[in-house]
Nanobody, 121 residues
């Protein structure tokens, strides 16, 4: 299974970006799809999660500004980011927890390569 993230870039404060992450390969069932971010000198943090029942969870700092969504048919997750702030500057990583076979009991984590988001003031 491979994850390919895209959509990062440079944007001014108050602007918007949309990140995408598509999974390819052998996928039996997606359990949860997540976006993490890591700013320079900081630990990686969980930004948003969407489950296979479309439940969503956000870290407090992005609530009301970011929206996570998915397209199950395309095995793709999106992160719509609005009202961006310089504090949102980070490398954003997608993470899928999935089962690649009906014979596996549990899901495993797979990571995308990261996409840089830079918000200028």
């Amino acid at each position: 299974v491979q994850l390919q993230a895209s959509g990062g870039g440079l944007v001014q404060a108050g602007g918007s970006l949309r990140l995408s992450c598509a999974a390819s390969g052998r996928i039996f069932r997606l359990n949860a799809m997540n976006w993490y971010r890591q700013a320079p000198g900081k630990q990686r943090e969980l930004v948003a999660t969407i489950t296979n029942s479309d439940s969503t969870v956000y870290t407090d700092s992005v609530k009301g500004r970011f929206t996570i969504s998915r397209d199950s048919a395309k095995n793709t997750v999106y992160l719509q980011m609005s009202s961006l702030k310089p504090g949102d500057t980070a490398v954003y990583y997608c993470n899928f927890n999935l089962r690649s076979s009906p014979f596996t009991q549990r899901g495993y984590d797979y990571w995308g390569q990261g996409t840089q988001v830079t918000v200028s003031s």
